[in-house]
């Protein structure tokens, strides 16, 4: 059916969102008549329910694998840059077991890049992540976290404490504050840690009353008391 300058095909008569709607332009629309022009491809669907842990049985799209034989089925969506010859895929794979199914992204380089596996663990350079996060690398350095400002940190927390490690205006700090305080343990760029303040002087710089249990010894000169 031809209908105001768009094609329709579908069991409705004239145009209608029941049918698949093609522009004069090209562009397809699935589920309405008017396809936005800046997608070849509009899926449009009302959807009132919200969302929950069986969403997927509400998507908007549906790719089906339907080989039941093969030891690892995939489904697996490719993308390709013409200019550079590049290719990349996203997409889920069957694992070895029933209901072991994991979340793929990837490129023709390096092949598999980050794996969401089953039970939610997420591997970069691993397909068999151990933990929540699993980085597996040759680098030495294996994760970069940068702050627009001159503070950043990570929080490590449990169900009732907090703790922080970062860096600011030259010192890195541990602790309970999230910022370079006297109630952290500081170390500046020189390797000299300070305890009870935020600028040490010497390799060990503590203010405040030290407490051991054992001996306490040196090869240079002490001066102070004990």
Known sequence: VA??????????????TTNISVLSSGNVGIGTTSPSTNYPITIAKSESDEYDTAAYAKAMLRLENT?????????????RLEKNGG???????AGGSVNEEHFVLGNQ???EVL?????????IGTASPATLLHVSSSDNTLAHFQSSD??????????????????EGGIMYMGARN???????NINASGDVGIGNLDP??????????QASGNVSGSATSTGSF
């Open 201 to 210: 002087q010497t390799k060990l710089d503590v203010t405040g009353t030290i």
């Open 67 to 79: 080989n039941t034989g093969a030891t690892q089925p995939h489904n697996l969506i490719h993308f």
């Open 109 to 111: 380089v390096d092949g």
């Open 179 to 185: 910022s370079t305080d006297a109630v952290n343990l």
């Open 115 to 123: 794996r969401v596996a089953s039970g939610g663990k997420v591997g």
């Open 150 to 167: 001159n503070n950043a940190n990570i929080q490590i927390s449990d169900d009732d404490t907090e703790r922080f490690i970062g860096s």
């Open 3 to 16: 209908e105001g300058g768009v094609s329709s095909f579908g069991p409705a008569a004239s145009a209608a």
């Open 87 to 93: 290719d990349g895929f996203l997409g889920f794979i």
